[in-house]
């Protein structure tokens, strides 16, 4: 492959990464806006499960310390490109990487995620998902 489709590439999964930190931070943040404001999609069970197990994966990962797999395979391609440096000279890469990743000991983030996780479980006893269908109001039986 040419380095610049394995750069190409390496971008593409930043921005997935990036996806995923964004649904996970993002989603806290609109679970209690909408909670507020009373967003009814904000208690969608699929919605609320897929949320708590992303977080959880994630603060598994930290805690079993095991490096995330989106991060080690886009280093990967990245090395298989050619680039060695943090900075390939990708515009993509140098902006979502300064805003996902820190210079931060492994603890720090083991801490945040765990305590991220436990926020977002409590917001699950907090800001109710619907779990079943009830009956429709005003229908028939």
């Not at 990036?18 to 209690?32: D, N, P």
Request: charged share 15%; glycine share 10%; with cysteine.
């Amino acid at each position: 492959m040419s380095p610049r489709l394995l750069l190409v590439l390496a971008d593409c999964l930043l921005l997935v990464h990036f996806a995923i930190v964004s649904f996970v931070v993002l989603g806290l943040v609109l679970i209690w806006a909408g909670h507020f404001r009373k967003w009814e999609w904000v208690g969608n069970r699929w919605f609320r499960i897929a949320h708590l197990a992303t977080i959880g994966v994630v603060a598994a990962e930290a805690l079993g310390g095991v490096v995330c797999p989106l991060t080690t395979w886009e280093n990967q391609l990245r090395l298989a490109a050619g680039g060695g440096g943090r900075y390939a000279g990708s515009f993509v890469q140098h902006w979502v990487h300064k805003a996902m990743f820190f210079e931060l000991p492994s603890d720090v983030f083991t801490v945040c995620y765990v305590l991220f996780f436990v926020a977002v479980a409590a917001s699950l006893w907090l800001v109710k998902p619907r779990w079943r269908k009830g009956p429709e109001r005003g229908g028939k039986g």
